[in-house]
């Protein structure tokens, strides 16, 4: 089965400081790659999408300064939060879309960020 | 707006118990729905995509089904490791990007 990774699963990291997520697809190649935050007890809630050598394109009230997406290849994407605040804290997911005719979204294993 | 209801939040039931998860969806046009199992710390497990109206497909002890308005999971005969929390998902044929607009989920707990 399709499978997509993500490093860290956990980080803790001090208010003020950059944390960079990545997300990786490792049997496919994903024409597009999708960034999930997601809360206790809550849904996943998109944050923005991502296209391999294209500018992301960011959900309505999320800040594309504060978090950075990079599409650099068909495997990878990365996520950086920059000047990470304490509301920043949550579980972070991504997901890789099959380059294929089929729609399927298949999910990393989260990332969980704690800023202090 | 495209909305996904899924109903019950939570579910309990005994193993061996069979019942169904609901997931009520209003789209405009409907390019796929998806079924996700997620455990707790953990992303979303891929289970099923349906794309029309009478299709199903099943997996183990978990039937999925589609109608045009509604998306049911069934479970038969249940086990303890069928616990999670169950979501359900669409895409629309209007979103160029594909992305999915998710319910809240059924958190399933089966006791032995």
């Known amino acids: 089965g399709a499978v997509v990774s993500q490093h860290p699963s956990w980080v803790i990291c001090k208010s003020g400081t950059s944390v960079k997520i990545e997300c990786r697809s490792l049997?496919?190649?994903?024409?597009?790659m999708f960034w999930y935050r997601q809360f206790p007890k809550q849904s996943l809630m998109l944050m923005a999408t991502s296209n391999e050598g294209s500018k992301a394109t960011y959900e309505q009230g999320v800040e594309k300064d504060k978090f950075l997406i990079n599409h650099a290849s068909l495997t990878l994407s990365t996520l950086t939060v920059t000047s990470a605040h304490p509301e920043d804290s949550s579980f972070y997911i991504c997901s890789a879309r099959w380059r294929g005719i089929y729609n399927e979204q298949f999910f990393g294993p989260g990332t969980r960020l704690t800023v202090l | 707006e495209d909305q996904v209801t899924q109903s019950p939040e939570a579910l309990r039931l005994q193993e061996g118990e069979s019942s169904s998860l609901n997931c009520s969806y209003t789209v405009s046009g409907l390019r796929g729905l998806f079924w996700y199992r997620q455990d707790p710390g953990k992303g979303p497990e891929f289970l099923f995509t349906?794309?029309?109206a009478g299709e199903e497909k099943e997996k183990e002890r978990l039937k999925a089904t589609l109608t045009k308005k509604e998306s049911f999971l069934h479970i038969t005969a249940p086990k303890p490791e069928d616990s999670a929390t169950y979501l359900c998902?669409?895409?629309?044929?209007?979103?160029?990007?594909?992305?999915?607009?998710f319910g809240k989920g059924t958190k399933l707990s089966v006791k032995p």
């Open positions: 998902a669409v895409q629309a044929r209007t979103g160029s990007q594909g992305n999915l607009i």
């Open positions: 349906l794309y029309s």
């Open positions: 049997d496919f190649q994903a024409t597009t």
